[in-house]
C-alpha cells in the first residue's frame, strides 16, 4: 500500500509563492514518477508537472511554465512543488501523485498512486 501524503497549502496573495510538499511511504520513492495536479472549483482536474525517478527529467503545463517547479529528494521520499508569482487563477486542490512506471507522465489515468489533495488560495 503506497501512501501520498501532501502538506503545504493555504492562503496566499497574488505574485506570492508556495512550497507544496509530498511524502510517500509503502515503496520505493526512487522508482516512482511523481506528479503534481490540481483541480479548481467546477473544473476537471489538470496536469500540472511532472519528474522522473531520479529527477533529472521535468515536464511542466504550459500554464505553469516560468512560475512553478517540480524537484524531489530521493533521500526524504518526498516531492516538491515551488510555486512563484502565483495568480488567483491557480486557485486550486493539488494532488500528489505517483506510478512506477519510467516515463513523463501527464494523464491522471497513468498515475496509480494518488494523495488527498492540499488547497490552495490565491487572493488577488
Known amino acids: 500500500q503506497v501512501q501520498l501524503v501532501e502538506s503545504g497549502g493555504g ?10 510538499s509530498c511524502t510517500t511511504s509503502g515503496r ?3 522508482r516512482l ?4 495536479f ?7 482536474r489538470e496536469f500540472v508537472a511532472a ?5 533529472s527529467y521535468t515536464r511542466n503545463a504550459d500554464s505553469v511554465k516560468g512560475r512553478f517547479t517540480i524537484s524531489r529528494d530521493n533521500a526524504k521520499n518526498t516531492v516538491y512543488l515551488q510555486m ?8 486550486a486542490v493539488y494532488y500528489c501523485a505517483g506510478d512506477p512506471k519510467y ?3 501527464m494523464s491522471e489515468d497513468e498515475y496509480a498512486y494518488w494523495g488527498q489533495g492540499t488547497q490552495v488560495t490565491v487572493s488577488s
Open 11 to 20: 492562503l496566499v496573495q497574488a505574485g506570492g509563492s508556495m512550497r507544496l
Open 28 to 30: 520505493a520513492f526512487s
Open 33 to 36: 514518477t511523481m506528479g503534481w
Open 38 to 44: 490540481r483541480q479548481a472549483p467546477g473544473k476537471e
Open 51 to 55: 519528474i522522473g525517478w531520479s529527477g
Open 84 to 91: 512563484n508569482s502565483l495568480k488567483p487563477e491557480d486557485t
Open 103 to 105: 516515463a513523463l507522465l
